[in-house]
Nanobody, 122 residues
């Protein structure tokens, strides 16, 4: 069993910053990649940023230049540094992990956290 727990959400004024963290714990063999998604009210969940290695990152166009994703492999943790926040960044942010869990070399699974609310006021 594996769990992902996000933290760091909150309410901030436009132009402010927040740093989200996602800790993966449990019977983990290896984490192939981690990502952050978000879902605003009435909208579909969308990819914000993903990372599979330090040099393999990708960002959604609306957050390029403002958000930075990183990983600490030793801690099974992903971070999302969000700067110059805008009201349109308001959403529930979800952590995602593509990982292998279980005995021996494990089995590939997709896991999601429960989300953390980010609210940006104008």
């Amino acid at each position: 069993q594996v769990t992902l727990v996000e933290s760091g959400g909150g309410t901030v004024q436009a132009g402010g910053s927040l740093r989200l963290s996602c800790v993966a714990s449990g019977d983990i063999v290896t984490i192939n990649g981690m990502a952050w998604y978000r879902q605003a009210p009435g909208k579909q969940r969308e990819l914000v940023a993903g990372i599979s290695s330090p040099d393999r990152v990708r960002y959604a166009d609306p957050v390029k230049g403002r958000f930075t994703i990183s990983r600490d492999n030793a801690k099974n943790t992903a971070y999302l540094q969000m700067n110059s926040l805008k009201p349109e960044d308001t959403a529930v942010y979800y952590c995602y992990a593509d990982l292998r869990s279980g005995p021996l070399v494990g089995t590939q699974y997709d896991y999601w956290g429960r989300g953390t609310q980010v609210t940006v006021s104008s």
